[in-house]
């Protein structure tokens, strides 16, 4: 064999082994991640068919409702993140997440009629909403449709309506290469990007990598914590699928009469800003929260944020006023 030959086998046999080597980290990391979702959830069956959810703390009950991409996992996730302790936490996998199945109609109205049901299959007359990004359309319909369930709502980065303009995710290169994997189902191609390009899902997701790049350690984990809890892809693909073709249309929001807060940011890379404002128009005494950076994770505002909720909710007689100043 000649020299340059045995160089080419010595490489071929290089990229087999890391590839090899790849794919069993890749495979166990599946593995670890599938058999923690099954044992972090239980799953009841309402009317409109089975739902899955996790119950988790003690305190005010708080409702968690999760955007796209997400599942109970993330609901617990944000309400630890931008809420805080001292609430019992109900967090929902919406319609095509996790174990809860796509029913025939998958509508947020639909969806919002199931958290009702959730409630009351857990003896919950009232609970603190929280709808962040896709999760705020269910949320809003809650509100709407069972308004005794709502001890008060907080829209976050809401993906609602807006006249002016609409919720959108510019698809640009590295975006491309997002929703290729994502309508792919791509469960690999998503767990490989995060490490060879993590700044691809970080823009994925709503934010600027620059944003991300200033921010403190804790609060780039924070995001790439979010970032891989879009995985496993494959099991939350239906809903992603369903989140992403909205039919959105303006709803009577002036019919709101529970407290409620909404927050965005002006960077926001899904322009969720002008739906915020929209809505904040329209629901009585809403109370806007706008950062200047962020993006959709609010990068850098989630410390703020939770302040800012909690206050909110120690005026509506939610949480002990000297519980808001901690």
């Given at each position: 064999?000649?020299?340059?030959?045995?160089?080419?086998?010595?490489?071929?046999?290089?990229?087999?082994?890391?590839?090899?080597?790849?794919?069993?980290?890749?495979?166990?990391?599946?593995?670890?991640?599938?058999?923690?979702?099954s044992r972090g959830s239980l799953v009841v069956n309402l009317d409109i068919g089975p739902i899955e959810y996790a119950d988790s703390g003690?305190?005010?009950?708080?409702?968690?409702?999760?955007?796209?991409?997400?599942?109970?996992?993330?609901?617990?996730?944000l309400a630890a993140d931008l809420v805080g302790e001292g609430f019992r936490v109900i967090a929902p996998s919406r319609f095509g997440y996790l174990r809860t199945p796509v029913p025939r109609d998958p509508s947020p109205a639909a969806q919002g009629d199931a958290h009702a049901g959730l409630l009351s299959e857990l003896n919950i007359p009232k609970a603190v909403v929280v709808g962040v990004s896709a999760g705020a359309r269910s949320a809003v319909e809650l509100t709407l449709r069972h308004p005794d369930k709502v001890a008060a709502l907080i829209l976050i980065v809401p993906a609602l309506y807006s006249p002016s303009s609409r919720v959108s995710i510019n698809v640009n290169r590295g975006n491309k290469f997002a929703f290729w994997a994502v309508n792919a189902g791509g469960d690999f191609a998503w767990w490989?990007?995060?490490?060879?390009?993590?700044?691809?899902?970080?823009?994925?997701?709503?934010?600027?990598?620059?944003?991300?790049?200033?921010?403190?350690?804790?609060?780039r984990g924070r995001v790439m914590s979010f970032v891989r809890s879009v995985e496993p892809l494959s099991l939350r693909f239906p809903g992603i699928n369903i989140d992403s073709a909205p039919e959105l249309h303006e709803l009577p929001l002036e019919e709101i009469s529970a407290p409620t807060m909404i927050i965005s940011a002006r960077d926001d890379l899904f322009n969720t800003l002008p739906a915020a404002e929209f809505a904040a128009g329209k629901i009585p005494g809403a109370k806007?929260?706008?950062?200047?950076?962020?993006?959709?994770?609010?990068?850098?505002?989630?410390?703020?944020?939770?302040?800012?909720i909690r206050t909110f909710l120690a005026d509506a007689g939610l949480v002990p006023s000297a519980d808001s100043r901690e």
């Open positions: 064999m000649s020299r340059i030959g045995g160089f080419l086998l010595v490489m071929l046999i290089a990229i087999a082994t890391a590839a090899g080597v790849t794919f069993l980290l890749y495979r166990n990391e599946l593995g670890r991640l599938r058999d923690a979702l003690a305190g005010i009950p708080l409702l968690s409702i999760h955007g796209a991409g997400g599942g109970f996992d993330q609901g617990l996730a490989a990007a995060e490490t060879i390009a993590p700044s691809t899902l970080i823009r994925f997701v709503g934010v600027r990598p620059a944003v991300v790049a200033a921010a403190p350690q804790a609060e806007l929260v706008v950062y200047d950076t962020g993006g959709h994770l609010l990068v850098g505002q989630a410390q703020e944020v939770r302040m800012t």
